[in-house]
Every structure is written in structure tokens, then in C-alpha cells.
């Protein structure tokens, strides 16, 4: 049975599968659905005006399709929302590689991959995860991953009152000076040094110091 959400009209439902009229794999690719996911799809054109953020899933048949004209139909469509996308019929190493830059993209499926993994793989899909090979996601991982400027996000972390006697370390004050400063104990100052070098896991008012220069005056 096929699951419909009651605040969108059933026809929007339907997986979208993109490719065109000399293609057989819309119809390969439906019989394939409609068996093993109880679902149902529908054959659009990427010249189509359709609009496509309610459907669940859009499959796109790279063998009817250049890289650089799905490039270009989600540049028009990134104005609004759209769905996960999958690209099927793909070859390995080819330029429609390159479209997981694309948020939306979340799948590639081989061609002559067989239909069990797929299904796999569209199920996965349809419960918002991924369905990525290893080799695209590690490459994709060495481009774009960066050390963070922020380990953490001090604001978050620590109290107001916290952040104040961390500015105070920076400029030297000792537990006395803090005490006066803010008109507590020692044995306050002492407390909160204790919490703070706990949340932020230092060992020492150097090293607290460091910590509060690289992140709370960032912010």
C-alpha cells in the first residue's frame, strides 16, 4: 500500500523519474519500485515545468542526460526546495560524478548494478539517509574538509559569569584580584575555575587562556 500524506495531493507523491521517450528504463526502473517498495513512479522531462518539491524522491537517468544540463536544471529548481536526488544509469569517473557537490544529491546507482541493491539503496533513500559509494564520499571528504576555526562554541558552553572570569585570566588577574573584581570569594573564584577548566577540558589557567584566545574572542 502505498503511503500518502494527507496535506499533499497524491499525483505529488509519485517518485519522479526523469529521462525521456526512447529510454526503456523509466518502465524497468517502475516495475522495480512498484514490486519492492509498494510505491509508484511518474516520467517527467527535465524541460518539464513541473514543479517537484512535494515528491519524495527525483531519479534522474544520466544515459539521457549530460552532467551539465542537470547541472543546469537544478541551478533553476535550487530556487526553491528540492527533494533527494538520485542519479541512475551513471558510469564511474564520468562528470556526473562531480554533481554530489549538490546538497540534494544523495544517490548514485551504476549502471548493470542489480536490481537487489537498488532497492537497497532507494529505501535508504526514502528514509532520507544516502546511498553513496565509498570512493565518491572519500574524494568528496579530502576536497572539502577543513580544520575548524572554532572547536567549540563558547557562548554555548560557558555561562556569562564564566566567560567574564576567563577575560580576567587573560589579563593576568589573580584568584584575589577576580574575588574583588566581581565581589565574591576566593573560594567562589576558585569553584567556578574548576567548572570552567571541566567544560572546556584544560588543566591549568595557561592553558585556559589559550583556550579562551582561540574562541571567546572570535565571538
Not at 529510454?23 to 527535465?46: F, G, M, N, W, Y
Not at 544515459?63 to 543546469?72: F, G
Request: glycine letters at 2%; proline letters at 6%; one cysteine or more.
Amino acid at each position: 500500500m502505498t503511503l500518502q500524506s494527507p496535506t499533499v495531493p497524491s499525483h505529488l507523491q509519485l517518485i519522479a523519474v526523469f529521462s525521456n521517450d526512447q529510454s526503456e528504463a523509466p518502465e524497468t526502473l517502475a516495475k522495480i519500485v512498484s514490486q519492492s517498495l509498494d510505491r509508484s513512479c511518474v516520467t517527467l522531462h527535465l524541460n518539464d515545468e513541473e514543479h517537484v518539491e512535494h515528491r519524495p524522491l527525483i531519479l534522474i537517468d544520466c544515459s539521457c542526460y549530460a552532467a551539465n544540463r542537470i547541472q543546469t536544471w537544478l541551478t533553476v529548481k535550487n530556487r526553491g526546495r528540492i527533494p533527494p536526488v538520485a542519479l541512475y544509469n551513471t558510469e564511474q569517473s564520468s562528470l556526473h560524478e562531480a554533481l554530489l557537490e549538490w546538497p540534494c544529491v544523495r544517490g548514485f546507482f551504476y549502471r548493470e548494478m542489480p536490481p537487489s541493491q537498488m532497492v537497497d539503496g532507494l529505501k535508504l533513500l526514502l528514509e532520507g539517509d544516502f546511498w553513496v559509494p565509498r570512493r565518491l564520499l572519500h574524494g568528496y571528504l579530502e576536497r572539502n574538509r577543513r580544520p575548524p576555526k572554532h572547536t567549540i562554541k563558547a557562548p554555548e558552553l560557558l555561562t556569562r559569569r564564566e566567560r567574564e572570569i576567563l577575560s580576567l585570566l587573560e589579563d593576568g588577574a589573580t584568584n584575589a584580584a577576580m574575588a574583588r573584581a566581581m565581589s565574591v570569594s576566593e573560594h567562589t573564584i576558585k569553584t567556578h575555575l574548576y567548572n570552567i577548566y571541566k567544560k572546556i577540558d584544560v588543566a591549568n589557567r595557561v592553558e585556559a587562556i589559550n583556550w579562551s584566545r582561540q574562541n571567546i574572542a572570535a565571538h
